[in-house]
């Protein structure tokens, strides 16, 4: 094996480790107690995976992002790289909720939408549009005031929570499909509340980490998130706790070999 290629949300790729110029509080909550915090890429579990099965990283992931873009990055990175295939271990993080996708013509680039209610015409409906958490160059408010007039329109004319839902865990299906087709070495973390979702899964196929078939609640409940590690309110998981993941996921991938 050559490369590990991961795919998910902040969970994957090291949400609450954004890299200096973006992000400032967790870092210099983490140094406060004594504790230099590497680069982001270094901070994640896909990391410290990659340095167990001695193999190059590939993160893919992106916070706050969602299932559709799970899929659609993993579909591009798949068919481009087609020679690569044999070697690499696929870890795909599958994410519970709604998270949306649009283009975004004028800035030719995908944004990501979070926060839709059930009822479009609701005066509680808050949500929220970036490219990239922290490093964009207009704040998640400036960047979604934007495009709330627009994004309103296509709220409340075009969309409906059951049937977004419904797509979602089809996309979801056919990516598992391909996946298999092509035979691939992989694994998925996703909720046990979400497996029944996609009919398509091997089962074989779920992490299993004390039980756990998620990498988030595995670290929620073993109390590996950074608020648990240093007491800073952020329910990312921690720098000790990407470690621990990472050691945790090795041991099952020995056991199933």
Request: some cysteine; aromatic content about 14%.
């Amino acid at each position: 094996m050559k490369y590990l290629v991961t795919n998910g949300s902040s969970v994957t790729k090291g949400g609450g480790f954004e890299n200096y110029q973006y992000r400032q509080d967790v870092r210099d909550f983490y140094k406060s107690k004594g504790i230099e915090v590497p680069i982001q890429e270094e901070c994640t579990y896909t990391y410290h995976l990659s340095k167990l099965l001695n193999c190059q990283p590939i993160n893919l992931a992106k916070c706050g992002s969602g299932v559709r873009r799970l899929v659609r990055t993993s579909y591009d990175w798949i068919n481009k790289n087609e020679d690569k295939l044999q070697d690499t271990l696929f870890i795909f993080e599958i994410q519970d909720g709604m998270r949306m996708e649009m283009f975004l013509r004028e800035e030719n680039k995908f944004g990501i939408v979070n926060g839709f209610s059930t009822n479009p015409l609701s005066k509680d409906n808050e949500y929220n549009i970036v490219m990239n958490w922290y490093e964009d160059k207009l704040t998640p408010d400036e960047f979604t005031n934007k495009y709330r007039e627009k994004i309103d329109i296509y709220h409340q004319n075009f969309w409906s929570w059951e049937y977004e839902e419904q797509r979602t865990w089809r996309e979801l299906d056919l990516f598992m499909s391909y996946v298999q087709k092509l035979n691939l070495n992989y694994y998925v973390s996703i909720h046990e509340g979400n497996i029944h979702q996609v009919k398509t899964i091997d089962k074989s196929k779920i992490l299993n980490l004390d039980n756990y078939t998620d990498i988030w609640s595995y670290t929620r409940d073993k109390k590996l998130l950074i608020e648990d590690e240093i007491g800073f309110p952020d329910n990312h998981i921690g720098l000790q706790g990407n470690r621990i993941v990472a050691q945790k996921i090795y041991g099952y991938l020995n056991g199933k070999n």
